[in-house]
């Protein structure tokens, strides 16, 4: 008897601007830039074959937003405890670049403070058990999951290794793609494919690295 698997494509949003003329934007409500639409249309493309039973956001807009350039034939369900992890006062941190640059590397221990605000350890609390609560329903075969660069890395470390870990250097680039399979295991297929860029020509700069040379124009 053939093994039975159900898929995730799990992706993160498109590109957005936490900054405008300067200022910070409250994270909660940036929509998609130009160029985070344009790379969810190539990740739309890319999908264009598959029929999705149910699409997961985290229901902040740069997600719903994703998720509707991608899958415009489902209405996206809004799960707030997939949200992205909560910085605190970007002001009050000690060593800024080290904050920004150094922060998801190797195994995170679950005590790291993202950008003076939320744990890793309070991010896991609240991503895994929804994550179990998505498998235990058994009415999907094929499901799309538009969420958050951190988010992203807890769902793929739990998936590669089976346990309550964190593993910084899953790199998560704007509107990327992965794919994994879930039945009595985890298979992890794909990760981090972009659509837009396959051989991630356009840099070598990681997101969060990104964000900081932002931070550094404020």
Do not use: K
């Not at 344009?38 to 997600?63: C, E, K, M, N």
């Not at 009050?92 to 403070?113: I, K, N, Q, S, Y």
């Not at 860029?197 to 964000?211: F, N, Q």
Request: glycine share 8%.
């Amino acid at each position: 008897m053939p093994l039975m698997r159900r898929r995730i494509y799990l992706m993160r949003h498109g590109a957005v601007s936490y900054l405008e003329n300067g200022r910070p934007l409250p994270p909660h409500a940036v929509p998609l830039t130009e160029e985070g639409r344009a790379q969810a249309q190539a990740a739309a493309g890319a999908l264009a074959g598959v029929t999705f039973d149910r699409v997961v956001t985290s229901g902040l807009p740069r997600t719903v937003e994703t998720a509707r350039i991608v899958a415009p034939d489902v209405e996206p369900e809004a799960w707030p405890e997939l949200r992205e992890i909560e910085s605190g006062r970007l002001a009050d941190l000690a060593d800024p670049e080290a904050a920004f640059r150094h922060v998801f590397h190797g195994v995170v221990p679950e005590e790291t403070v993202f950008l003076g605000g939320e744990t890793i350890g309070s991010l896991l609390d609240r991503v895994l058990p929804a994550i179990s609560r998505l498998l235990v329903d058994e009415s999907w075969d094929t499901l799309l999951a538009v969420l958050h660069g951190a988010v992203n890395r807890a769902i793929l470390s739990h998936a590669l290794t089976g346990e309550r870990m964190f593993l910084g250097n899953f790199e998560q680039a704007p509107a990327c793609i992965n794919v994994l399979d879930v039945g009595e295991d985890w298979i992890v297929r794909a990760v981090n494919v972009t659509p837009y860029d396959l051989i991630h020509a356009r840099g070598r700069a990681t997101t969060m690295e990104e964000l900081w040379q932002q931070f550094q124009s404020m």
